[in-house]
């Protein structure tokens, strides 16, 4: 009786922990569901955080764009491969081991690696490192083609540099930034202009179910990305492929330990084109290093020669260049010894001041800063020169360069350049006030910036006067006196002459410090240097070049890489230009009359009676476009293109000038592609090749072999 009276009792108490329990359990439910919260959180946050899903939509980097509109960098569509191996049969892999099979044909991992992936246990969807990233459109789309079942692709946008090595000092490169994620400009335009070029990714945010898939009905949130800006540059696409193409043959030829080159517009201060070696890919980032800078503007030289344009230029504006006076060669003494001159100049000899400026004598410039010009007035010419702070050009981390004048023997020295240093473009933007008679113009590489989206113009950058240091009158003499040092008999320029075209400059050639202090020894430890204009009457272009410590060997002298580089950029560029030559004028001229809708033969006759030659492009009877156009000037002999009617044909262009190439590309609306320099040696398509109208053409252009000389042993001279 008793025990089944404590079972009764047991039975209760069970029933009121389980009901206390349960009433607890009821209380607990109507809480959340009238608070909504649980532990102090939301549920339905962590409801819609849990199903809610968010995609981003990928913005574009701005485009760095050549002064034409000609891509140089620009963000590209990039694939990454992916594969499902979720549990739902209709999306997954099927066949791994056929899928590894066709999958390795296509990139770069082993059958094998890629097989043990796609057998991955427990993954929804796996990727292939490396191998399965930056995919072109060309590889995803054989890959599709497949059909493989469980073969997906992501987009991912890519900075792309289509040139390759093209002032890569100058555009700089993107790369990831580790702590933000984001490409991050890291060089260069990249780097300087970053906020500009940077995008933003938008985002897409949707409800999803358990698999990942949109719900239906449900709401989409989108946040619109924003492209970049577009950045246009005053470079020339096809200035600077001269330069790199003739510096690439330079680097191969010397292996200077330095090519520093720039082309700029003296009228506006546009850089047209900037280079120098060593180099990097902007893309492979091969040669990049972290001491990596951009020598034209973030180096300081002891400029030589080169320096002395400026020195003549102070004295021809104070009045005081007599170009008949005399000086006596050998050594100029200054309070604490003295200078003398390169080995090319006999000492003890009477020299006019001229004949000075031509075979740069260091004592015929030291006695024009000292003792006409005057040290004091000396130096406030290079102020006005803008050799005492940086020229301000839109490229970042410029320096200025020193001037060492406490000393005489610093004073007198600096008039021929050596112990003052400088960088390449603080020269460029003096040179152009000689050229620009007078108006120096600060250097600038940025043209516009604008809207991707909408081309919008947003930033313009106009041409700035720096200074007027000379006259125009100065400016034209100095031309004058510098087209000698080109020209003359004995001028140190003579390796600078190009056909056509009359050319203004200086040499220079400057010892480098070495480790210990004292100036190193030996023919090749030199920096050698030209800074040229023209043509020489009005300056359409300036280019510098300079080259440090090339292997010349026993058959070379510095001018050898110099003029390499220089003559193929100047020469192409003024043609490319269509700058008329310097020596038109010379020459019997003729004003080509309008041949449009007159009978192809009796044009064609006509002109050639006159001493023309002429090609014809088309198969018709009838002219329809000329080229020169009418009422242009031309010289005896030159090219002439006739357009007819009917189909196009490309003549045999072997041996043509890059102009008369031009020619044809203009009447017959071919896209143009050149490489090298010189006359064409190459074309394609091949002549007699049918074309039309918006066709690609390419030539390759090659310097005409000279014959051997009888002694390859040249003269060694020193500035």
């Not at 492929?241 to 330095?258: A, C, H, I, R, W």
């Not at 480790?515 to 300036?542: I, R």
Request: hydrophobic share 35%.
């Amino acid at each position: 009786m008793q025990k089944q009276k404590n079972m009764k009792l047991g039975a209760a108490g069970l029933f009121f922990v389980f009901s206390l329990l349960f009433f607890v359990l009821i209380c607990r439910f109507l809480y959340i569901g009238v608070t909504g919260t649980a532990g102090g959180e939301v549920l339905a946050s962590k409801i819609d955080k849990k199903y809610e899903k968010e995609q981003v939509i990928e913005a574009k980097r701005g485009s760095i764009l050549d002064t034409k509109g000609d891509v140089i960098a620009v963000d590209t569509s990039s694939y990454i491969l992916r594969a499902i191996l979720s549990e739902k049969e209709s999306e997954r892999v099927k066949d791994p081991e056929m899928t590894a099979s066709k999958l390795a044909k296509y990139i770069d991992m082993d059958e094998q690696a890629i097989y043990e992936r796609l057998s991955k246990k427990g993954a929804y969807q796996v990727e292939f490192g490396s191998a399965g990233k930056d995919l072109t459109q060309d590889t995803k789309q054989k890959i599709e083609k497949l059909e493989l079942p469980g073969i997906t692709f992501g987009r991912t946008n890519k900075r792309f540099y289509p040139n390759g090595v093209f002032a890569s000092h100058l555009i700089g490169y993107v790369e990831k930034d580790e702590e933000t994620e984001e490409m991050t400009g890291k060089f260069g335009i990249e780097k300087y202009l970053n906020k500009e070029l940077q995008e933003t990714d938008g985002k897409l945010t949707y409800e999803s179910d358990f698999w990942g898939l949109i719900l239906p009905g449900a709401e989409e949130k989108v946040s619109a990305p924003h492209n970049g800006n577009n950045v246009s540059l005053t470079i020339d696409k096809k200035i600077q492929t001269f330069l790199e193409d003739s510096m690439n043959k330079v680097q191969g030829k010397y292996k200077p330990e330095q090519i520093i080159a720039i082309v700029s517009n003296p009228k506006t201060g546009e850089i047209l084109a900037m280079g120098q070696r060593p180099t990097f890919h902007p893309t492979t980032k091969e040669g990049l290093t972290d001491t990596w800078r951009n020598l034209a503007i973030e180096e300081t030289y002891e400029p030589g020669s080169t320096f002395k344009t400026f020195t003549l230029a102070a004295a021809v504006e104070e009045g005081v260049f007599n170009p008949n006076d005399s000086f006596t060669t050998g050594r100029y003494k200054a309070a604490t010894g003295s200078i003398g001159d390169h080995s090319g100049i006999e000492p003890g000899k009477t020299m006019s001041f001229l004949e000075g400026v031509q075979r740069s004598s260091n004592v015929a410039f030291a006695t024009l800063a000292m003792d006409k010009i005057g040290a004091d007035t000396f130096r406030d010419y290079l102020t006005k020169f803008g050799f005492d702070k940086k020229t301000g050009i839109d490229l970042p981390n410029e320096i200025t360069g020193k001037i060492q004048y406490k000393y005489k023997m610093e004073k007198v020295t600096t008039a021929f350049g050596q112990g003052t240093t400088v960088t390449p473009i603080q020269q460029i933007q003096a040179a152009s006030a000689v050229a620009n008679d007078g108006k120096m113009m600060q250097p600038y590489v940025i043209k516009s910036i604008s809207n991707q989206d909408t081309g919008k113009v947003l930033k313009t950058t106009k041409p700035k006067v720096a200074g007027e240091p000379i006259s125009a009158e100065t400016a034209k003499q100095v031309r004058e006196y510098l087209e000698t040092v080109v020209s003359a008999k004995k001028g140190t320029g003579k390796k600078y002459a190009i056909d056509g075209y009359d050319v203004a400059g200086k040499t220079g050639t400057a010892q480098i410090p070495g480790p210990t202090g004292q100036y190193l020894a030996g023919k090749e430890n030199y920096f050698f240097s030209f800074l040229g204009m023209a043509p020489a009457e009005d300056p359409q272009l300036v280019v510098y070049v300079a080259v440090k410590q090339p292997k010349l060997g026993v058959s070379y002298v510095g001018a050898d890489p110099l003029s390499e580089i220089f003559n193929p950029v100047m020469q192409n560029s003024l043609m490319y230009l269509n700058i008329k030559p310097s020596d038109l004028k010379k020459q019997e001229t003729n004003k080509i009359e309008d041949y449009t809708d007159q009978p192809i033969n009796s044009s064609v006759k006509e002109l050639e009676e006159l001493g023309y030659e002429v090609e014809v492009i088309g198969t018709g009877r009838k002219v329809l476009d000329q080229s020169p156009k009418s009422g242009s000037s031309l010289l005896q002999g030159e090219k002439i293109i006739l357009r007819s009617e009917g189909a196009m044909k490309v003549p045999d262009m072997a041996g043509w000038s890059l102009r008369d190439v031009m020619k044809v590309a203009s009447i017959a609306k071919l896209n143009l592609n050149t490489s090298g320099t010189g006359y064409v040696g190459k074309q394609s398509p091949k002549g007699g090749t049918k074309v039309k109208e918006g066709d690609s053409f390419k030539v390759e252009l090659r310097q005409p072999e000279k014959p051997p000389k009888d002694s390859p042993t040249k003269e060694t001279t020193v500035e």
